[in-house]
């Protein structure tokens, strides 16, 4: 079985919260142990007036032991002299000087029955052991309330400060979750659409970052599935014309090599040349397409074009468009050579007469060149012509043309009316 992965805001709050006990427990145990330094070094202060009372005392020129009974502490000169518990308790005299000494059988949370101390006190050139043995039922009722309500207070602050902690942390993280979850959110709710919007403010500069690379990343992605979509289909509509060329000249050469009793080479030349034009036609369609559909591309060569003559040769070619329709043709050029990139100037071309020829169902066509600038003009007079118009070949002929002349720099305008549609374009 799969273990649950475990997230990131339980983790992060296991971890703050371990980190608070552990706080909380370390500190507390400080704070206990130097209550219980505390109450040594009140022990060893007691044990060392003892020893200047000493020394004020008759015992001390008789060099004689004290016993206080009723403090239960001994002050002598000899180690043997010291009641047998604490000779028991400690093995062997202890060495060092003011220094006190504690011997306590009871664990943390338990209370002691007796606890014994040992100090080998110097005072000027005179040196002595002085001992105490605490007893509970010996103890003053009033340390023994003193020391529960300390441990009380201590209990309490303790408890106090996790609590405090774990608020503390669990409001940090539902600052820090809400607008992670908030980025969670957009991201899953992210299409076309709202890519081409501006990004929340999610609170932090960290989060907002992550936002804008998610965005552009995103972006770039749709782009470039953008780019491969009108590259399928500008080629699906491009194609279409060289294809049917090739199709029909070859069904023509089928036919005259059927019925040819002698075989005319001359109308074999002219159907393979056809032919020949299409296929070159459709491998410069490819590249233009390619070219125009990545996001950086170098300059296509350029060389001399006769915009005339590339005019009058694809009105030839497209002239079945024009098969029993009533329409008057009107084409006017003039010869004009300049250098530009041929292939994107004959899709152009290609585009603007094909849409005249195939949306024009009866009326008036005019194409009209003069030097770079070619205006193409046609008027319909049916009356059921206005709904050809939305014919998806029309409309990515026109977006490629756009796109076309937009990237190369060539001057592309349009007007339409009710009856007239006019296209300008100058290279």
Do not use: C
Request: charged fraction near 20%.
């Amino acid at each position: 079985m799969m273990k649950r992965p475990l997230s990131l805001k339980l983790f992060i709050s296991i971890s703050f919260l371990i980190f608070a006990v552990i706080i909380v427990i370390t500190y507390s145990f400080i704070s206990a142990h130097f209550f219980f330094r505390g109450m040594d070094n009140i022990i060893a202060s007691n044990l060392e007036r003892a020893g200047y009372s000493y020394l004020h005392s008759r015992a001390y020129k008789h060099r004689e032991t004290i016993k206080n009974f009723h403090r239960n502490y001994t002050v002598t000169y000899d180690w043997k002299e010291l009641s047998p518990d604490i000779r028991q308790e400690f093995s062997q005299p202890i060495s060092n000087i003011n220094e006190i000494y504690k011997i306590n059988k009871s664990s943390w949370f338990e209370r002691p029955d007796v606890i014994y101390f040992v100090m080998r006190v110097q005072i000027d050139d005179e040196q002595f052991f002085i001992s105490q043995t605490l007893t509970a039922k010996r103890a003053s009722a009033i340390v023994g309330r003193n020391i529960k309500q300390s441990m009380k207070t201590l209990l309490v602050i303790s408890i106090s400060m996790l609590i405090t902690m774990a608020l503390f942390i669990w409001l940090l993280l539902r600052r820090i979750a809400l607008p992670v979850s908030q980025l969670n959110q957009w991201t899953h709710q992210l299409d076309s659409k709202s890519l081409s919007q501006t990004a929340p403010d999610f609170a932090y500069p960290e989060l907002n970052e992550m936002a804008k690379l998610i965005q552009n990343s995103l972006s770039s992605v749709q782009q470039s599935l953008e780019r491969e979509e009108r590259f399928l289909a500008y080629a699906s509509h491009e194609l279409r014309t060289p294809i049917s060329v090739i199709r029909n000249n070859i069904e023509l050469l089928n036919k005259l090599k059927q019925n040819a009793v002698s075989q005319d080479d001359s109308k074999f030349a002219q159907i393979i040349d056809r032919i020949d034009r299409a296929s070159l036609t459709m491998k410069h369609l490819s590249e233009t397409l390619l070219w125009l559909s990545r996001e950086d591309s170098e300059t296509l060569p350029s060389q001399h074009v006769d915009i005339a003559q590339q005019i009058n040769q694809l009105s030839d070619e497209m002239q079945y468009l024009l098969a029993n329709k009533n329409i008057e043709l009107s084409i006017s050029t003039h010869a004009h050579v300049m250098v530009l990139a041929e292939i994107p100037a004959r899709i152009i071309l290609a585009n603007l007469i094909r849409n005249a020829f195939q949306h024009t169902n009866q009326g008036e066509i005019t194409i009209q060149q003069t030097g770079n600038t070619v205006i193409i003009t046609n008027t319909e007079t049916h009356a059921e012509s206005e709904a050809s118009t939305q014919d998806l070949g029309f409309g990515l002929g026109i977006q490629l043309t756009e796109q076309l002349a937009e990237k190369l720099a060539w001057d592309y305008q349009k007007s339409h009316d009710k009856n007239t549609y006019q296209v300008t374009i100058t290279f």
